[in-house]
């Protein structure tokens, strides 16, 4: 009994991955009229910046993108393998992989990273396991509208600062907007997402801009910190007339940190 029902709730949750997949594309076809919000745009800084490069992806026709929700997986080598899937299961609740579901091999590039693709197989090798996003970076990094965090290895800040107006107004609510109403705060101006890589002080900045909207990008899942590679992948952070791209942040040597903090 006790099997049957956890394969009834495995095909539950099966279906709802299904239906959250088949919906990811609503918001870019959909996101300006509906109000959502544009993304994060990469801002110029100074000479000594982090710099931003485009991350190469093996896109495989049908198939699921990284993004809105992928999942980082490593395994027990030194230094290890990274891999990122979309739309894989899990196996200890009943939950199938998606149809569409894909799996990347991480690979380092002299400007950054690219993704590999590799059989789904690959990464449910008994080494391979799932990596928890609070090993890592804080679970609420990024998620607010103003936020500021650091790696749990000290190594990355993330913050998000906000320069403009707010102001609220009063709405209907519930889904409809028929169930009274509530006081709703809406914004205009600029939020600037900083990555700081801490020992040398150098980042990188990206900008969204509110124009009185309620909405705001939160890309807590979407930053994808591999100490081991010295790489941040930002999976649909920055978008281009609300369509996600894929980039990579590569992060200063070990080297480059002694040589400054000899300075």
Known sequence: MIQTAKRSVGRLL???????????????????????????????????????????????????????????????????????????????????????????????????ARLVHVPMADVKAPDVRVVQHSELLPMTCAS??????TSIDGVLRIH?????????????????????????DVYTGTRTLTITHQPTGRSLQLTERLNDTPAYTAPQTAIRYLPSLRRVLLLGVVKDRGMPLAHCVVLPEAAATSTAAQR
């Open 14 to 112: 099966s279906r709802l991955l299904r239906l959250l997949f088949l919906a990811v594309g609503l918001p870019a076809a959909f996101g300006h009229a509906a109000g959502l919000p544009e993304g994060f745009r990469w801002a110029p800084g100074p000479a000594n910046a982090l710099a931003l490069s485009a991350l190469e992806i093996e896109q495989q026709p049908g198939r699921l993108q990284p993004w809105p929700s992928a999942s980082l997986l490593h395994n027990g080598a030194q230094p290890p393998t990274y891999w990122i899937t979309a739309g894989m299961g899990i196996a200890r609740l009943g939950i199938d992989d998606h149809p569409l579901a894909t799996a990347w091999r991480v690979e380092a590039t002299a400007s950054g």
């Open 144 to 149: 607010g509208f103003t936020d500021d965090c």
């Open 160 to 184: 998000t600062s906000f320069e403009g107006k707010k102001r609220t107004r009063t709405v209907g609510g519930g889904f409809y907007g028929t169930e009274g109403t509530i006081q709703q």
